[in-house]
């Protein structure tokens, strides 16, 4: 199946690759990938950074939209405003970040640096989507016995598997 994603005969609907030998077609990503020398890198930083962005912004969007009122709606409302400071602000601040964490011309900067762009907008957007989980589900697995953490779990969390999968892309 990776292989058919990679390599595709010339006559493909890959619109976006490159032609090689023999008339197969290559992913511009493989050759990326491959010519950097450092695929495990990349994928070990992705990795890192969707779990971090993941276990923060679920339980964090979870709670701002069961919050009552309009704080939570508010809270979700700055949180997305932090999401638009230009990343050329936050230069300086990061920078001395990672110098005091010792980090500098290290790999897990970047994990350390990418989560503070994930972590608001995927903050925001589920809470958008726990909104529109009925909350009589959750308090139907309350009267089943269940603790409001095994209700999150048991009831909201398959709920809500598509739009977590959707924002860890």
Known sequence: MVGNCLFQRASG?????????????????????????????????????????????????????????????????????????????????LSRLVSDFGLQDSLWALVVVYPTFTIPFCTWLLMGFFKSVPREIEEAAIVDGCTVVGAFVKTVLPLSLPAILTRSR
């Open 13 to 93: 609907l890959v619109q976006n690759a490159l032609l090689v030998g023999g008339g197969r077609r290559v992913n511009p990503l493989l050759i990326v990938l491959l010519e950097s020398g450092h695929p495990l890198d990349t994928a070990l930083i992705g990795a890192c950074v969707v779990a971090i962005t993941l276990a923060v912004a679920v339980p964090a969007g979870y709670s701002l939209a069961r919050t009552p009122g309009r704080s939570g709606e508010n809270l979700g409302i700055g949180i997305f405003l932090t999401y638009l400071v230009p990343p050329t602000l936050l230069f300086l601040p």
